[in-house]
């Protein structure tokens, strides 16, 4: 099954709230209704022919110093993981670095598990975009709602406010 890209601004209905509030913010952003059944990457890049190195996760992550708890988001293509415990969690000055629990990243996002995405996420988060992602032409992400994805340039992300390219693999 093929996907078919509109410009998101064209179909917010297929975007979370706060996705729909942010994307006539970032340059060529595109939209393509999915099943919400396939939104987990692997589904979703198996059955419609997407690279795993050209969608990318977008990761929450809590970090702890003290008694205070600090929110950030990651991105990093689906062929890799983010080093929480080491390069985030130095990045980020804290003691303690740990996914965030899906219950608070769903409340505190205002989306969908399994389509958190960069855009529209809380103003005081960091976004820690990985040089790869950075570097991509056109990733695949999530759209804040399980029912689509987002293309995205990998330079959109990483002028996104708040955002900040570094290396997140250990």
């Not at 297929?14 to 060529?28: F, K, N, Q, T």
């Not at 996420?121 to 994805?149: F, N, Q, Y």
Request: proline share 5%.
């Amino acid at each position: 099954m093929s996907l078919h890209w509109v410009p998101a601004t064209e179909r917010i209905d297929l975007l979370a709230d706060p996705v729909a509030r942010a994307v006539p913010h970032v340059e060529g952003v595109e939209v393509a209704g999915i099943d919400p059944d396939l939104a987990d990457t692997a589904a979703f890049c198996e059955r419609y022919s997407v690279r795993l190195d050209e969608s990318a996760n977008c990761v929450v992550v809590a970090a702890r110093r003290g008694g205070e708890i600090r929110y950030a988001a990651c991105m990093v293509l689906a062929t890799m993981r983010a080093d929480v415990n080491g390069v985030v969690r130095r990045h980020l000055d804290a003691r303690k670095a740990s996914f965030a629990p899906m219950a608070d990243a769903v409340e505190l996002t205002g989306m969908e598990y399994g389509g958190i995405t960069p855009l529209g996420l809380p103003e005081d988060w960091p976004i820690l975009v990985d040089t790869h992602v950075a570097e991509h032409p056109r990733v695949v992400i999530g759209s804040g709602a399980r029912r689509s994805k987002l293309a995205v340039s990998g330079a959109g992300l990483a002028g996104l406010k708040g955002a900040e390219v570094l290396s997140l693999a250990g």
